[in-house]
Nanobody
Framework: QVQLVESGGGLVQPGGSLRLSCAAS????????MGWYHQAPGKQRELVAT???????NYADAVKGRFTISRDNAENTVYLQMNSLKPEDTAVYYC?????????WGQGTQVTVSS
């Protein structure tokens, strides 16, 4: 099993930045893929970014050039650096991990972009 704990959400003005963290309960080197989804009110959960065990990354078109996903194997943590935030980025952000065919989720962290 994998437990995931997110942190770093909050309220930020348009154009601002936030960094989300996702700490895993086991060494992430063994986890096939980790990443972030977000879910806005009344909408489905959508993929934001993902990073695989070999370091390959993938981003939703809406965040390319603004968000960067990275991992620190020593800290068992995955990060999502979010720059140039827009009101439409407002959502609950969930960390996920795919481990031996199963998907695990964190509890979610709220990101609100508003002036």
């Amino acid at each position: 099993q994998v437990q995931l704990v997110e942190s770093g959400g909050g309220l930020v003005q348009p154009g601002g930045s936030l960094r989300l963290s996702c700490a895993a309960s086991r060494t992430i080197f063994t986890i096939n893929a980790m990443g972030w989804y977000h879910q806005a009110p009344g909408k489905q959960r959508e993929l934001v970014a993902t990073i695989t065990s070999d370091g390959s990354t993938n981003y939703a078109d809406a965040v390319k050039g603004r968000f960067t996903i990275s991992r620190d194997n020593a800290e068992n943590t995955v990060y999502l650096q979010m720059n140039s935030l827009k009101p439409e980025d407002t959502a609950v952000y969930y960390c996920y991990a795919r481990y031996y065919g199963r998907v695990y989720w964190g509890q979610g962290t709220q990101v609100t972009v508003s002036s």
